[in-house]
């Protein structure tokens, strides 16, 4: 089992920064692969970013491609998401979630945990 914890959510104003952290407990040596997703809405959830575990791969979503960046401290067991440029659109549920088999995919049945969630909200 693997339990994640998000934290660092909040609100600012269009063109702000936030920098939200995923810390990872227990079995960490299954992990392949993390990934932030997030959820408006109304709207279905959707891939943001993810990183493999061994830092050798990061992907993005073509809507934050350039303003996000996803990096892991693997001493600290944490994932991190920085949202630099934010937009309106951005506002959100973001969750962190883990995947044991690989890291080729979006689709969210490739993911095993989830995290609960942390709120983004953009103003403008």
């Known amino acids: 089992q693997v339990q994640l914890l998000e934290s660092g959510g909040g609100s600012v104003q269009a063109g702000g920064s936030l920098r939200l952290s995923c810390a990872a407990s227990g079995n960490l040596n299954s992990r392949k692969c993390m990934a932030w997703f997030r959820q408006a809405p109304g709207k279905e959830r959707e891939g943001v970013a993810r990183v493999n575990v061994d830092g050798s791969s990061t992907y993005y979503a073509y809507y934050v491609e350039g303003r996000f960046t996803i990096t892991r401290d693997s001493a600290k067991k944490v994932v991190y998401l920085q949202m630099d440029g934010l937009k309106p659109e951005d506002t959100a549920m973001y969750y962190c979630?883990?995947?044991?088999?690989?890291?080729?995919?979006?689709?969210?049945?490739?993911?095993?945990?989830w995290g609960q969630g942390a709120q983004v909200t953009v103003s403008s």
């Open positions: 979630a883990a995947s044991v088999l690989y890291c080729g995919s979006w689709a969210e049945g490739a993911f095993d945990y």
